[in-house]
């Protein structure tokens, strides 16, 4: 699962690093809005991308119902975050849909924040055949049938620890791999994937944990 991913020539150039691998990308369109830019500016993009070696048998991308405030001036607005979904065929009996996005940054972003967490749990959780009831904005009103797995990752952009509803919102009815992975030390300092001392861009930064898979 790749996010920030804006711009079209950056996602050409990791495209044309899989080729002979057997691994396979999705196309900007695929998980982008019809007036997705990605030129000159990332402008209505959403950033996100899936490399998988299974056979993508479709993919749809729906935006936010919101996206910031046009007068903060961070981005937020002109960009076109979302919720993709791709559906993969990992074995002939098999299907899996694999639900991605990245929410709002920043802390004063609360408010959209938590709004698209809970859009985003509430289309993974419809096809995990676990809603009672159908929203307009839900990925279901786009294709027929459920697949028989879903995983849904991306970056929340939000601390399970935080007083925010996001984490929950967004993880409602699955299962978090990284606390069962980890068990008790999911939350080590040293596991941050935000202010990690190890990552040069954000070492400086308080260790947190944005980015989350989960099934």
Not at 78 to 99: E, H, M, N, Q
Not at 108 to 133: D, M, T, V
Request: proline share 4%.
């Amino acid at each position: 699962i790749l996010q920030e991913l804006w711009m079209r020539p950056d996602h050409a150039r990791i495209a044309s690093l899989l080729q002979g691998t057997g691994l396979r990308m999705t196309a900007v369109g695929d998980l982008a809005a019809s007036l997705c830019d990605g030129r000159a500016a990332p402008t209505w993009c959403s950033g996100l991308a899936l490399i998988s070696r299974f056979p993508e048998l479709e993919a749809t991308f729906q935006p936010f119902s919101v996206h910031g405030d046009l007068w903060w001036q961070d981005g937020e607005y002109w960009a076109r975050k979302g919720i993709g979904r791709v559906r993969l065929r990992p074995a002939p009996s098999l299907t899996l849909d694999v639900f991605l996005t990245s929410l709002a940054a920043s802390d004063y972003n609360a408010y959209y924040r938590q709004i698209q967490a809970r859009e985003f749990g509430e289309s993974h959780r419809l096809g995990k055949h676990l809603a009672k009831r159908l929203l307009d904005f839900s990925l279901l009103r786009q294709y027929e049938g459920h697949a028989d797995f879903v995983i849904a990752g991306g970056n929340l952009e939000v601390d399970p620890r935080s007083s925010e509803s996001s984490y929950q919102d967004a993880s409602a009815g699955l299962r978090d791999s990284r606390r069962e992975a980890l068990g008790s030390a999911w939350l080590d300092p040293d596991k941050a994937t935000f202010g990690n001392k190890k990552n040069t861009y954000t070492s400086e930064a308080g260790p947190l944990i944005y980015d989350h898979l989960m099934h």
